[in-house]
């Protein structure tokens, strides 16, 4: 359990230099403050400002690939976790209510 948790942790630090990473690049490459593609959450990063700053890198199909991949596992990733998580719940439902 704990090397999970310190997994996914880990995952989300570097998640978060990635993502700032690359908004940065961004906002230098537009010359723009950062503040203006910081603001932006959830889809919009996810689907306009992030494709835009990966478009603009080299090797851009290459890491667009990447980018699109990587959000496919984690929609596959967190459909799999509900699923898992509402099965526990049945099972701890039942046996609250028939013991």
């Given at each position: 359990?704990v090397?999970?948790v310190?997994?996914?942790?880990?995952t989300?630090?570097f998640?978060g230099?990635?993502?700032?990473?690359t908004?940065?690049?961004?906002s230098a490459e537009l010359?723009?403050t950062?503040s203006k593609y910081?603001e932006?959450?959830?889809p919009?990063?996810?689907?306009?400002?992030y494709?835009?700053?990966?478009?603009?890198?080299?090797?851009?199909?290459?890491?667009?690939i990447?980018?699109?991949l990587?959000?496919?596992a984690?929609?596959l990733?967190?459909?799999?976790?509900?699923?898992?998580?509402?099965?526990?719940?049945e099972i701890?439902i039942?046996?609250?209510?028939f013991?």
């Open positions: 359990m090397i999970v310190s997994c996914d942790c880990l989300g630090i998640a230099f990635a993502v700032f990473a908004i940065g690049f961004l010359k723009e950062v910081a932006s959450s959830g919009g990063l996810a689907f306009i400002t494709p835009e700053a990966i478009a603009r890198m080299p090797a851009s199909p290459f890491f667009s990447l980018f699109f990587m959000l496919l984690l929609g990733g967190s459909q799999v976790f509900i699923q898992i998580n509402l099965y526990f719940l701890f039942s046996l609250v209510c013991n």
